[in-house]
């Protein structure tokens, strides 16, 4: 069961992560804190044109949180805000599913890994944790970005 | 479905107790209700599988935990037709849902002299004093409805009662005391014309029939879980979402917050922000299965039950000599709560004599002595009403006043 | 009398379970303690048979139950050393009975700018947020002591930290992350020359050794019931006499009142002053028995045991190749709950692995995020044990870490 | 049991209570209330030379709060204050003995027949709601009454 939730896609993208640390320029930004366990994100978002041209992030954090971040950044930079709006619905629904749905490679690509991650209730707050900064820091870079993300 | 009272009965363990050689006849459920096999039975399970602190570890027995106490919130949403269960905080009962809101309504509608709160003259102590005592801290005034001689709320001064002035308006839903159920509608529809918050005190209302918070229009509820068949040291306190948002924390401390510095905090949106400390996890798991227990049986049934049980019982004391309704007479528009005096007989002395047959009703002012003093007695006799209540108790009550008056008149 | 560990935890039903195929190995008791089937019993007893609300009725059912939580009250008073069972009130946790403090003594010390309230860095959220917000309310200036690189109270600035200005002093008995025990003996001294009240949280302390109150020398002290084989829902703040019956109501409503009028309200004597609305009964009747099981086994026995299983815990873990422990290194003036970092991993790791085996740690910032930005960490990976805790545990502790590192490292 | 509690010789001084109504001149005068039942009793105390020349009291109560006003007035009026002491002291161990204890009959008189109440904790406060009162107005006349009467 554990090997479902710690899949080698996921330590890999945490200890090699993608695209980690703060750059400029950038649209918005936004800093997440998990209250329970202290972790905490930071995520810059650059749009041109309709484009996320940049997702720089970084933050303290478990296995999970810092994958997802990696894992997000892989999927969402370079797309186009419309392109990233189903990514982004489609890792929350996974995440809030409670292990029913089977997630669509074709759409989460890396993101597939996180299906496990749904089945540990505490965890899913960590996989979520960079996308709520993410939206937040979209919507303060002028693109608001849809799904709700639950908060508690 | 027809309601099965006998069966019903088969799952309240302590019914079948005796009381001073005689089966106990438990007429105080306004006081504290009973509790079902069904209930004790999903605390001890959390107690002897999966007891855990919530919302604090990533451990299974923790996570397990966190999950039965975030169902619970869910149902008890469910069960108040609240829009999200985020609107439901868990406090210890109704007095601290009710404190919850005096504490912080100070910051969040900014009282002041001038300003005024409404309560009324029906109200349980724990919904007059912490209003008397907010009044005391901001200089605002306490005003309140008067209760009509066929305990009912008088409304007739409503318009000149809430007005521009006023800034919250709390006020009973059913009294503890007369039985009387109020109709909420012309309070609030005013109050918010005024600009005012509602607060209603559900503490004997939710346990006895449906409560739908959208339709109330309220601002916020109190209940609390030992008057539903739920344990005791849970309550609840439901507001609206963005009212709970703008509030500050009142009982502050782990799990309130959202990062701690020495120099200064930030806080947990709500419920969190709310549930300071360890949380009652027992006992809102509890509150969880009373209120499947309840939805099981239909709120609508269990109130028909009760309506047919006061409808019996009104007519077995007024057929008692010397006996004296308080509250509305008939039926209708009150509940299974019914307080009386018998002539020339202490309430004290007339409990005491019940008790002896084994029949357990409450004396004193019950916690609402101003209505007490509004109808002129120190201390009424009261007898209330359940699921598990049968006519047989009500004759048993009966026979017992019989017996009250040979002693003492 | 040898304590016989064995015979300890075949009382507690949930340590049968297992947990990921694991026997349960439960390292989380500074988090919330697991309950013996004698709390649950007596628990059960009071719900099934004698089940009724206290101080408000004159019926048998009624009067047991309030004998009961009486009973539990003196209990209760007498395991602290309290000189009087009304010293001791009833709140739902400790965090709870600080808040009570805190919002009471704006008015008790009559506080303003210029006033000085001392905590420490090691506090949990629950004794330092609550002071927060009262300097906020009242212009106060909250000062703290600091921790050393040994994870102690940094008494070398006491005479200047607690000063003239100094109104009230608020640290932890020991503290819930680091382990450390805290010798009040200087601090209390100090506060009292110059006039300051001294509230010592004491959440960690008296589940796991003796605490004497007067022997102490504090003015008042707060503690849970879930950490000391009770059940949810009941704390206790413990204050003399005299500081009780000045300090004004807190949770008003029914129970702490002498007379009430619409006009206004007189209140009842402490404890009933700061008891609204029903309490916690079911839960105190738990706590009282709580207390008998601990005074049985003896606290003298259980701190034995737990500094036993401490020695051979820092043992254990310090042999673990990249564990590095935060807190006081040995056995002396610390209790069993040992903090620690397995280098590179994040401790949400370490707890998910050691999960998986059935070993349940707490890992986060343990509601003492100050503690970890001292220490330079986001969070901590904890192991708290009790008077069920074996050494066997400690080896599956031990044996789950290698395998943390297995997978991580 | 309840024939214990409802003597004949309370019942007696309750629908017949000796010495009952508020006189002058007085010394002292206490108000005390039962907050959970509200039942209430105003003493007044009227000393002279050392002696209780007059315990005059009013109230609203139950049967038994009123007679044991009724029996206060009957053993204490007229008795000195050293004698009264004795009296008071006795009365109140034999509310808190839960039973345990056999009145002395020579020194309590019709209070005897109070043995009864100590069974009903509710009702032990009922029957020393009026001796508490008594203590206070004596200390407001100025002869400071002995024993410590808990009021909780
Ligand atoms: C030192 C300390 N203080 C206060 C608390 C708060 O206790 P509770 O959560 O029961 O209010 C805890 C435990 O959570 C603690 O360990
Ligand atoms: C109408 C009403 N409001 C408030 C309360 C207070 O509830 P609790 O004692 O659970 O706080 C009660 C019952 O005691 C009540 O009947």
């Known amino acids: 069961m554990i090997d479902q939730l710690y899949q080698d896609i996921i330590l890999d993208h945490y200890k090699h992560p993608h695209g980690k640390g703060l750059r400029a320029p950038y649209g918005g930004e936004a800093h997440h804190v998990n209250p329970t366990c202290g972790d905490e994100v930071t995520i810059r978002v650059a749009v041109d044109g309709g484009t996320l041209t940049d997702i720089s992030y970084d933050g303290m954090g478990c296995s999970i949180s810092q994958a997802s971040a990696s894992v997000l950044h892989e999927l969402l930079q370079g797309r186009t805000v419309e392109e990233a709006a189903p990514v982004q619905e489609a890792f929350v629904a996974l995440m809030q599913s409670r292990g029913q749905i089977e997630p669509d490679e074709e759409v989460l690509g890396d993101g597939v890994a996180f299906a496990g991650v749904a089945r540990y209730p505490a965890r899913v707050k960590c996989a979520l944790l960079p996308w709520m900064a993410f939206k937040d820091a979209a919507a303060r870079a002028g693109v608001g970005a849809s799904p709700e993300v639950k908060s508690s | ?409």
């Open chain 2, 1 to 409: 479905m027809t309601f099965d009272v006998a069966r019903v009965r088969a799952d309240f363990p302590i019914l079948d107790r005796e009381v001073n050689g005689h089966p106990l006849v438990y007429l105080d459920s306004a006081n504290t209700s009973q509790k079902p096999r069904q209930v004790l039975d999903a605390m001890r399970a959390h107690q002897e599988r999966y007891n855990g602190n919530v919302s604090r570890s990533v451990h299974t027995l923790g996570t397990e935990s966190t999950t039965a106490y975030e169902d619970a919130r869910a149902k008890i949403a469910a069960f108040i037709g609240a829009p999200s269960p985020d609107e439901v905080v868990f406090t210890k009962n109704s007095t601290e849902a009710i404190n919850l809101v005096a504490y912080t309504s100070a910051d969040l509608l900014q009282l002041g002299p001038g300003d005024e709160i409404v309560v009324s003259e029906m109200e349980h102590h724990s919904n007059l004093v912490p209003w008397q005592l907010l009044c005391q801290r901001t200089g605002a005034t306490l005003r309140w409805f008067g209760v009509t001689d066929e305990g009912r709320l008088d409304e007739s001064a409503l318009d000149e009662l809430v007005n521009e002035r006023t800034k919250l308006v709390s006020v009973v839903h059913m009294s503890n005391i007369l039985g009387t159920i109020n109709d909420p509608a012309r309070i609030v529809a005013r109050a918010h014309q005024v600009g005012a918050l509602v607060l209603l005190d559900c503490s004997q209302s939710v346990p006895h029939f449906p409560v739908d918070v959208v339709e109330l229009g309220a601002d916020f509820i109190a209940f609390t879980g030992h008057k539903m068949l739920g344990p005791t040291g849970i309550g609840v306190l439901w507001g609206r979402a963005e009212l709970l948002a703008a509030m500050p924390p009142f009982l502050a401390g782990g799990s309130t917050i959202e990062t701690v510095t020495m120099a200064g905090t930030t806080f947990a949106a709500p419920p969190a922000r709310f549930e300071g400390g360890t949380p009652p996890i027992t006992e809102a798991i509890g509150l969880g299965a009373a209120v499947d227990y309840l939805t099981a049986l239909g709120m609508e049934n269990i109130h028909r039950h009760e309506q047919e049980i006061t409808t019996y019982a009104l007519k077995a004391l007024a057929d008692v000599p010397g006996v004296r309704i308080f509250g509305p007479g008939t039926p209708e528009g009150r509940g299974g709560t019914v307080s009386f005096e018998v002539a020339g007989v202490h309430p004290h002395d007339v409990g005491q004599i019940l008790d002896d047959l084994g029949v357990e009703v409450r004396v004193g002012h019950h916690c609402a002595r101003p209505v007490c003093t509004r109808f002129g007695v120190p201390a009424m006799t009261r007898a209330s009403f359940y699921l598990y209540t049968t006519t047989d108790e009500i004759d048993a009550l009966a026979r017992g006043l019989e017996q009250v008056r040979k002693v003492f008149v």
